[in-house]
């Protein structure tokens, strides 16, 4: 076989139909990992993270499940993971206000819940958690009180009678 012919190869050759693209009929070029995904597609990953965010995963162990599950790329789990995070800015942003609330009724959740499987340490520091924050349980302010200085002199410094 001479040097020429080993390295010419026929248009077309070990190219089955289905993959052949011809650009001047197809119009435009495929994408290397499959088309792109809808917004609303999206959007619904995006939502899907977000509810799992609260397992007690970290957030690398969340990202890579996440594209596991998904089935997706692991550069695209963690533009997920930046969206979800946005999200959780915007609701600390929207829900400050109620925030103390929400918190008391968490500890007082935990409390009983802590109580009922008989965990008391984790009860007694619940309970005086909620104390300091209804304000129960502050240390008295000493700023209040009457500042009392007493000073014994000697007794041949005193003036003679």
């Avoid at 969340?62 to 695209?76: F, M, P, W, Y």
């Avoid at 009724?105 to 109580?115: I, V, W, Y």
């Avoid at 200085?149 to 009678?161: H, N, S, T, Y």
Wanted: aromatic content about 6%; some cysteine; glycine content about 6%.
């Amino acid at each position: 076989m001479p040097e020429d012919e080993k390295y010419e190869i026929e248009y077309g050759q070990g190219i089955s139909e289905e993959d052949y693209i011809d650009l001047k009929t197809e119009g435009t070029r495929r994408r290397p990992f499959g088309p792109k995904k809808h917004a609303s597609e999206v959007e619904n990953r995006v939502q899907r993270l977000y509810k799992r965010q609260l397992e007690g995963l970290t957030c690398r162990q969340l990202v890579l499940d996440h594209a596991d599950k998904e089935q997706i790329g692991t550069a695209t789990a963690w533009r997920d993971w930046n969206r979800v995070q946005e999200l959780n800015s915007e609701d600390f942003k929207r829900e400050r206000e109620n925030m103390a609330g929400r918190i008391f009724s968490m500890r007082n959740r935990l409390f009983h819940a802590a109580m009922k499987r008989g965990q008391m340490a984790t009860a007694a520091q619940v309970l005086d958690s909620l104390a300091k924050m209804v304000g129960c349980d502050q240390v008295e302010q000493t700023n209040l009180l009457p500042d009392i200085r007493i000073r014994v002199e000697r007794p041949e410094a005193l003036p003679d009678k």
